[in-house]
């Protein structure tokens, strides 16, 4: 087991009196400490769509934010557009803007809720977290001990399955501090900021199978340009669950999907595109 780091309990953002987001230094994305880790802005448009709606009866069914640009670690101002809202379905887009520049945009998509037999996709049974032991991703003790702490080294991160043994990768990860200071982050922020983490988990994935020579010339690093979340429900407790399958890749384009999961079942799907870096 890796050494499990102090959590900390510091908010990744402050709101400030303008209305924009002060991103904490332990927003820091692994790329660099300027950047903000790219879950965290995901959380911001989730929250930013949610609000814009209003609506209990829908449910958000897709999420696609699209990180074509770091968000830097500056005030980030969070603005929410409706594009069309129906009787049945309702579009929204938010963005993520610094400096005047737009940096990250998401596309929502919400889906009136009517009762039918509820199914979810079959998948095995994941051991609860309070039954394995307190871990972090790969590197997160490095990065602590050099100073390049941020939100990957701050969650709380526990191995169901580390792969390679004929089964996916599967992790389950708590946010154990405020997103946004003074606010309790909601069940689709938590979702929205988990998903970024399929592309460290589609490389655990990628990673076994090099090791077991099912991938020539495998162990690149790659970065996620997007991510695009698809919900049939609210997920429920602190604690997500992600099961990561490698997409694959090809000349320095690969994908990944994951597997969302809480305590009550399967609650969702996500994807990414990622470039080599």
Do not use: C, K
């Amino acid at each position: 087991m890796a050494d499990a780091p102090e959590i900390t309990i510091e908010p990744m953002f402050t709101p400030l009196p303008d209305g924009r987001f002060m991103p904490s230094p332990l927003s820091r994305a692994g790329w660099s400490p300027n950047m903000v880790s790219g879950g965290l802005p995901a959380a911001l448009l989730a929250r930013a769509i949610e609000r814009a709606h209003g609506d209990g009866g829908l449910q958000l069914s897709r999420l696609t934010v699209d990180l074509f640009r770091p968000a830097p670690r500056t005030p980030l101002e969070v603005v929410a557009r409706e594009v069309r809202v129906g009787r049945r379905i309702a579009v929204y887009d938010a963005s993520v803007i610094a400096d005047g520049v737009e940096v990250t945009r998401a596309s929502g998509l919400l889906l009136r809720r009517s009762e039918t037999p509820a199914t979810a996709r079959d998948m095995p049974p994941i051991a609860q977290p309070e039954d394995l032991e307190r871990d972090a991703f790969p590197g997160a003790a490095e990065d602590r001990a050099e100073g390049r702490a941020g939100f990957a080294t701050e969650i709380e991160l526990r191995w169901a399955s580390r792969g390679g043994d004929g089964t996916p990768p599967t992790a389950w990860i708590r946010i154990p501090f405020p997103i946004v200071a003074g606010e309790e982050t909601t069940p689709i922020m938590r979702a929205a900021a988990i998903a970024d983490f399929a592309n460290r988990m589609s490389q655990v994935a990628r990673s076994r199978q090099t090791a077991l020579g099912r991938v020539p010339g495998g162990g690149t690093g790659f970065i996620n340009a997007d991510v695009t979340l698809y919900l049939h429900r609210d997920p429920v407790d602190e604690w997500l669950a992600i099961t990561a399958f490698d997409g694959g890749s090809t000349m320095g384009i690969g994908t990944a999907d994951i597997v969302l999961s809480d305590r009550e079942g399967v609650f969702g799907h996500a994807g990414q595109g990622q470039l080599a870096n």
